[in-house]
């Protein structure tokens, strides 16, 4: 099956410690995305990729990383330097039209 | 730059009822219109499309045609069921970009 999967569902992070989310997808799709979802808030861009070994940041970059090393696999980084990191997040691969993985949650204990 | 405003919810109806969710845009050329559906504690899903003016997009009952003149790209649907409530997002992506710019979302509750 095709698709673009997000691991883990549930992450619990202490404050100042770094933390990696995982997205991988499989529809041969050059560009993904991050998107954080805060209620009420709709989903804000955080970084996107249109090429391996490319990226660029989004309206909400600060704080987090990325990297883009496999066309598969775009995986996010949520630093000790953003400051409020519990949040819904959200991959997504495709051109013209997004797919979605199922988003982690996270959240800072 | 690009935006969607859509209505704000929730929105509480009953089963049978008329819905329509409000979309209206802010964008340079001609972008694609998109409704995406939000199932809870899952990530988003296509509902239906449009990609130029008067083209009206249709999914599972759901409708939406692009309104160039007002901007709109108004979410309808004849008669819910309560296993369409969900958070449905407007978005668009610009003329020659693959990005998306959602609106806020609007919950819709269906009640039996």
């Known amino acids: 099956d095709g698709g673009i999967t ?13 933390v ?3 997205c991988e997808q499989n529809l041969n799709h050059d560009a993904m ?58 991959c997504a691969s495709g051109g013209f039209e997004a797919f979605f993985g199922q988003g982690t949650r996270l959240t800072v204990v | 730059g690009d935006s969607v405003t ?10 049978e009822a008329f819905l329509t969710i409000n979309c209206t845009y802010t964008a340079t050329g001609y972008p ?29 009952g759901f409708e939406a045609t692009y309104r160039k003149e007002t901007t709109s790209f108004h979410l309808e649907k004849g008669s ?12 668009l992506e610009g003329a020659g970009s693959y990005q998306l710019t959602f609106g806020k979302g609007t919950k819709l509750s269906v009640i039996p």
């Not at chain 2, 859509?6 to 089963?15: A, I, R, Y």
């Not at chain 2, 219109?33 to 999914?59: C, H, I, M, R």
Request: glycine content about 8%; hydrophobic content about 30%.
């Open chain 2, 80 to 91: 819910v069921q309560v296993s369409d409530s969900a958070v449905y997002f407007c978005a």
């Open chain 1, 6 to 18: 997000q691991s883990p569902k549930y992450l619990f992070r202490k404050e100042g410690q770094n």
């Open chain 1, 20 to 22: 990696t989310l995982s």
């Open chain 2, 32 to 60: 694609s219109l998109f409704w995406y559906v939000q199932y809870p504690g899952e990530g988003l899903q296509l509902l239906l499309k449009a990609t130029k003016a008067d083209d009206k997009g249709s999914n599972k």
């Open chain 1, 33 to 90: 995305y991050w998107y954080r979802q805060d209620p009420g808030q709709g989903l804000r861009l955080i970084y996107y990729s249109q090429i391996v070994n490319d990226f660029q940041k989004g309206d909400i970059a600060e704080g987090y990383s990325v990297s883009r090393e496999k066309k598969e696999s775009f995986p996010l980084t949520v630093t000790s330097a953003q400051k409020n990191p519990t949040a819904f997040y959200l």
């Open chain 2, 6 to 15: 859509q209505m704000e919810g929730p929105v509480t109806l009953s089963e």
